[in-house]
């Protein structure tokens, strides 16, 4: 699954849970004869996880779905492989359906005969207290090791009011030659990860069970509603062509191969799709074989036409992905569907994986470099889960890294392959590690492998650390590793493992077979896996012991951003030590050249929490970790920072990821007061002269987190915005407002932020730059022209509209655009311009026609991007509170939206608003539902807010205030 990117840096975000409670409406009739024993009320159903002794083997599943009242009703047989002898319960997962216990069957497919049923029960029926979502079938004598059958009638309601299970979605076409012109067209579609399957139908609903699926699928549509529009599609190619008569639409699709419940999914659409044929052997390629690959989107020809990247980049990362992975892609198709209405990115159900429209639809002639990027990642994310998550699955939640982790490491690879002009390779330091180690970095934390019992828990491992740490660590592993040697012991895994469940220590096992001699993979990352966190590591230079000699001293401890809590130990008695591979580059004084071939060294945590070794020659300076490859952070001595600091000046340093790490590194270390902020913001001094998009937005980011604090109007703040409009003036004048002819995918970006940040600091409305902006907006406005003249900078554009708004007439103007916009990219946009207004009476104006059903992009972004912008920090909180009866009721069963909405008061750095906010949580405990981590991340960093204030604050203002 692809978490919204919002840029996603440093975002606690989930994936969509449902509140587990069931509301089956079972009839229980008793069958028990006078001087029986009475029924127990205790059970396997007790556990939260299923028996062991029994696995589903093949489930048929028939639904017939009423569109008019949108509701269902369905059958389920379940071939089931029992393991263990006299057992007589069959427990299967089911939750918001009403299932008919009097239609229920057990058949013993072994001796080929019918099993009584003593009775069934809703675990519910038994103990109120129980949410296990267990519906109970008791055989009345027990049974021994064998195959059996379970068939159940049940009846359900498809979600009209969240993003989860069997849920409607919908949109207004806009197509002026057609009956359906300006009217809302409703399609159903699934999404059941982690455990929304049940809600849908009765399934055996945990990764390890992992079972093929035959699905069939009938759909009867109302008089008025041409049934020949309609399609559905499912994980499988249909077994034959589909039935449209008497207004009924029926699909019947092939055998599956074995899948986890998390992956089934259908749509049933008016939608169209573009197709192109992946041929293996025309592509040079070592296999034979060809896989269909069809874009489903609406029928409108805008979204016809962003349907073709899709097309194009899909086979590209196939290829690479089965030269990576050494296995082919295994079915013959790969739908891919852009849905209206979505939870997440994307998922990447078997053979058709579902997306937001924003995700996988991109318009050439008016998209930007960062929508083309955005759209590539999270189709490599999501075809890279067809292997790990897919062919290969984790057997329990709690190495749910092995799918996200993974994924968010290979699509680099994918959209190398795609779009191999970008570089992307380069990004992966900036967008995944340091998103990584701005989570782990704090107390409330956690590691990456996490026992969870329940499924309420299962909501907060779908978060930074899943995703960015988990990427990060194979990343780390390539490195150390080797990119072949990795690799081929993906390979193994995926061979030995393949349609089957896997846990972590299956993948260092088939790893640890390619390691360099020296090298336990298990050995190493245990301490990176089961233990959250991270170090840093201090370097010393010692050239005055030997002549001729530099020794180099390393010392590892934890890095930690706030207070450790009491309770907050090192499990397994690793006590946050680390096995440490240390990577280095470094210049010899007299010397031009820079050494960067130095070999990998080892810091053992189990030997010592230190290294000695001694490098011939006098070192004049070292930069640890080079290019960012793994993860932690490096501290060094003033004389050496120093020396950096000069190296940076001179060019000396010229990996982009090399800047980009040091400059985070030394920030960080900051916020700790490992090191002074005098020494962090002295390195950003040379930034005129930085040319690399990865450097220079980083350096920004954390010159505008520093300065976060500066009172508006103030000397320093008033010098604070002219730094920053100086540092980027040379980036201004030099790249302008038009895109030239082929440019790298950096240069677009460096242009969006360069003028972006220069034209919100230089608060200057004739400066050439701002008033650019605004001709630029008027005339896209009034249509003189379109986005595709602007698309490069169309997010400047707008938010530098709102920053110079008088009288909101550009305010109402943009408002309007986004009332007629149906492209979910310039919504997002959009709103995010018009909550930088000045004026807090429109941005409450704003929140309130926010609050509908029909809000574009979605009610909870209005008031997320209003939390953007110091202005209005109190407010955002302030309508937080207000509406949260609203928001509560809407998202409080997805996980990423309440992520957002709880995360709105980090921002604060008072002991007040800490208690304020505190005690408003715990009084809303009840209903913040998927949100409650994120509750805690948002007190952490709170309190890390406050201690920062109280310790760095003066030093930040005073350098500031220094300045020319």
């Known amino acids: 699954m692809q978490l919204n990117r919002l840029h996603r840096i440093g975002l606690a975000v989930f994936v969509g849970v449902c509140a587990l409670v069931s509301i089956v409406v079972i009839v229980v009739v008793s069958t028990k004869k006078k001087g029986d024993d009475p029924d127990p009320l205790t059970g396997p159903w007790d556990n939260v996880r299923l028996p062991e002794e029994i696995q589903a083997s093949h489930y048929t ?72 979502d267990f519906y109970v079938v008791e055989s009345s004598e027990a049974v021994s090791a064998g195959t059996y059958k379970m068939k159940l009638s049940f009846s359900g309601d498809v979600q009209t009011n969240r993003l989860t299970g069997i849920y409607r979605s919908k949109y207004v076409r806009k197509m002026p030659y057609s009956d359906y012109t300006n009217k809302t067209i409703y399609q159903v579609s699934t999404d059941f990860e982690p455990v929304d399957a049940r809600t849908a139908f009765p399934c055996f609903d945990e990764p390890a069970q992992k079972a093929k699926w035959t699905t069939n699928i009938k759909v009867t549509f109302p008089a008025g509603i041409d049934i020949n529009e309609y399609n559905i599609v499912s994980n499988m190619p249909l077994k034959e062509p589909q039935t449209k008569e008497n207004q009924v639409v029926s699909a019947s699709f092939k055998e599956s191969v074995p899948m986890s419940t998390y992956l089934v999914c259908f749509a049933i659409s008016d939608f169209v799709y573009k197709e192109t044929v992946y041929d293996r052997a025309a592509n040079g ?44 892609y295994p079915l013959d198709k790969l739908d ?38 955005r759209v590539c990642s999270v189709i490599a994310h999501e075809v890279a889960h067809q292997w790990f998550g897919n062919i290969v699955t984790m057997a329990w939640w709690n190495d749910l890294w092995l799918n996200e982790g993974f994924a968010s490491f290979v699509e680099y690879y994918g959209i190398d392959a795609a779009e191999p002009d970008w570089g992307i390779l380069n990004f992966f330091y900036p967008d995944e590690i340091t ?14 492998s ?120 090192s499990p397994f008695d690793f006590g946050y030590k680390w096995h440490i591979p240390f990577s280095f580059i470094y210049k010899l004084k007299d010397s031009d050249n820079v050494i960067t071939d130095h070999p990998i060294h080892w810091i053992w945590a189990d030997d010592d929490t230190s290294l000695t070794f001694d490098v011939t020659g006098e070192i004049e300076w070292i930069k640890g970790n080079a290019n960012g490859d793994f993860y932690y952070i490096v501290k060094y001595d003033d004389e050496n920072l120093s020396a950096l600091a000069q190296a940076l000046e001179s060019g000396n340093i010229t990996e982009a990821t090399d800047k980009t790490s040091l400059v985070y590194d030394v920030f960080n270390l900051a916020k700790t007061g490992k090191v002074s902020y005098d020494k962090a913001l002295d390195l950003t001094e ?13 350096i920004l980011s954390e010159i505008l987190s520093a300065a976060e604090s500066l009172e508006p109007g103030s000397d320093a703040h008033t010098k604070f915005k002219k730094y920053v409009a100086d540092m980027l003036k040379p980036r201004v004048d030099e790249l302008g407002w038009d895109a030239g002819a082929d440019e790298a995918i950096t240069v677009p970006k460096m242009r969006d932020m360069s003028l972006r940040n220069y034209c919100k600091v230089v608060d200057n409305k004739t400066d050439p730059a701002v008033a650019t902006a605004l001709e630029k907006f008027n005339s896209f406005a009034d249509g003189t022209i379109g986005k595709d003249a602007i698309k490069d900078v169309f997010t400047t554009v707008m938010r530098t509209a709102i920053i110079y708004d008088e009288n909101h007439v550009n305010w109402d103007i943009m408002w309007d655009l986004l009332q007629a916009s149906d492209w979910e990219a310039d919504q997002r946009i959009y ?42 920090y109190e407010q955002a909180w302030e309508l937080l509170q207000t509406n949260w009866e609203f928001y509560a009721a809407k998202y409080n069963t997805t996980s990423f939206t309440m992520g957002y909405l709880v995360e709105i008061p980090s921002v604060f750095d008072t002991e007040d608003k800490l208690q304020q906010v505190k005690a408003f949580f715990e009084e809303k405990s009840e209903n913040i539902g998927t949100g409650l981590k994120t509750v805690a991340e948002t007190l952490a960093t709170i309190e890390s807010n406050i201690k920062w204030k109280e310790m760095y604050f003066e030093t930040v203002k005073s350098w500031f205030s220094a300045l020319p």
């Open 61 to 132: 599943l028939s639904l017939h779905l009423d569109w008019e009242h949108m509701n269902y009703t369905g059958t389920q047989e379940v071939t089931m492989d029992v393991t263990k002898e006299e057992t007589k319960y069959f427990l299967i997962h089911t939750s918001g359906l009403t299932i008919d216990k009097e239609a229920t069957t057990l058949h013993d497919v072994t001796n080929d005969k019918p099993l009584v049923i003593k009775r069934s029960f809703m675990d519910t029926e038994v103990n109120d207290k129980l949410r296990h």
């Open 285 to 328: 390629g070592d296999g034979t074989g060809t896989v269909t690959m069809r874009v489903y989107a609406r029928r409108e020809p805008d979204f016809q036409e962003a349907a073709n990247y899709a097309l194009k980049v899909t086979p590209k990362i196939i290829e690479e992905y089965e030269k990576f992975y050494k296995v082919p």
């Open 336 to 373: 891919q569907i852009a849905l209206p209405e979505f939870n997440s990115g994307a998922m990447e159900n078997w053979g058709l994986i579902t997306y937001r429209e924003s995700s996988l639809l991109y318009k050439e002639s008016s998209g930007s470099a960062a929508e083309k990027q």
């Open 435 to 448: 998103a990584a180690m701005n989570f782990d970095s704090s107390p409330s934390s956690h590691a990456i």
């Open 450 to 569: 996490v026992n969870v019992s329940s499924p309420e828990e299962l909501s907060g491992l779908f978060d930074t650390i899943s995703y960015r740490k988990g990427s990060s660590i194979n990343w780390m592993m390539l490195k150390f590793l080797g990119k072949e040697n990795f690799a081929d012991g993906l390979a193994h895994y995926i061979d030995v493992h393949q349609y089957d469940n896997a846990a972590m220590a299956d993948l260092f096992e088939a790893l640890n077979e390619y390691a360099p001699e020296g090298v336990d993979v298990a050995k190493v990352m245990n301490t990176w896996t089961l233990q959250m966190g991270f170090p840093y590591v201090s370097v010393s230079l010692d050239t005055t012991t030997t002549p001729g000699t530099t020794r180099i001293t390393l010392q590892q401890a934890r890095f930690l951003v706030g207070d450790q809590k009491e309770d907050d130990t």
């Open 686 to 698: 040379y930034a005129k002269e930085e040319e690399e998009y990865v450097a220079l937005s980083r």
């Open 831 to 872: 709103i995010s311009a018009l909550a930088r207004s000045k004026d807090s009476a429109v941005i409450e104006r704003m929140i309130s026609n926010s609050l509908s059903d029909d809000a574009k992009a979605g009610s909870w972004r209005y008031l997320y991007y209003v939390n953007f912008h110091g202005d209005h």
